[in-house]
């Protein structure tokens, strides 16, 4: 399995504009996860999905932050418009509901976002 | 007072040393999970336990709930041990909350 996928893994980008961070679940996993992860903060919870549900956004730090999950295999993260205090390291994870392994979190590689 | 505590938040130890990292927590919780981050940025679950012990090689995870503490041991550290370990817990199933991480450094 090539396990959480996210892109890009490096954006540098201006204050004021739109950015889309994307992930890619492992397949057969029910659970996804969207951290930020800073040097002040450590990680953060930001808001999870459940089957393709939102179960919990209160992590989501405002309203210039959504997050989407059209279907079992993608999400997205977006962020309109940026700010310079939006500057971190996101990972994404995923994990099953239900089986082997329940609840064991896989991480991606995170998407380290500069906002100048 | 954070949710979650870890200790040391740093740790020098010389290759072959057992090295010990606490975490105390203060909420109820369905699951504790140990994580390690290594200096490129990638993040890795070690253990996920909600009671007893679990052991994967040099690794090994206890949990007391009635304390609600758990410890992460390294036998004979290495130097590719060196990351930061985090601790974290599960409240109500997928809710999580995190300890600021333990930096570990194992010198040859």
């Known amino acids: 399995d090539a396990g959480v996928i996210q892109s890009p893994r490096h954006e540098v980008t201006e204050m004021g504009q739109e950015v889309t961070l994307r992930c890619k679940p492992i397949?057969?996993?029910?659970?996804l996860f969207w951290y930020r992860q800073t040097m002040m903060r450590g990680l953060e919870l930001l808001i999870y999905f459940n089957n393709n549900v939102p179960i919990d956004d209160s992590g989501m730090p405002e309203d210039r932050f959504s997050a989407k999950m059209p279907n079992a295999s993608f999400s997205t993260l977006k962020i309109q418009p940026s700010e310079p205090r939006d500057s971190a390291v996101y990972f994404c994870?995923?994990?099953?509901?239900?089986?082997?392994?329940?609840?064991?979190?896989?991480f991606g590689e995170g998407s380290r976002l500069t906002v100048l | 007072k954070n949710e979650v505590e870890q200790s040391p938040q740093n740790l020098t130890a010389q290759e072959g040393e057992f090295i010990t990292i606490n975490c105390s927590y203060s909420?109820?919780?369905?699951?504790l999970h140990w994580l390690q981050q290594h200096p490129g940025g990638g993040i890795v679950s070690l253990f996920m336990?909600?009671?007893g012990k679990k052991k994967h090689g040099r690794l090994i995870a206890t949990i007391n709930i009635q304390e609600k503490h758990s410890s992460l041991h390294i036998t004979a550290s290495h130097p590719r041990d060196s990351a930061v370990y985090i601790c974290a817990v599960s409240v109500n199933n997928n809710d999580m909350r995190f300890g600021a991480g333990t930096r570990l450094t194992v010198k040859p």
């Open positions: 909420v109820g919780i369905s699951a």
């Open positions: 994870a995923s994990s099953r509901l239900a089986g082997a392994n329940t609840g064991e979190l896989f």
């Open positions: 397949s057969g996993h029910n659970s």
């Open positions: 336990l909600s009671s």
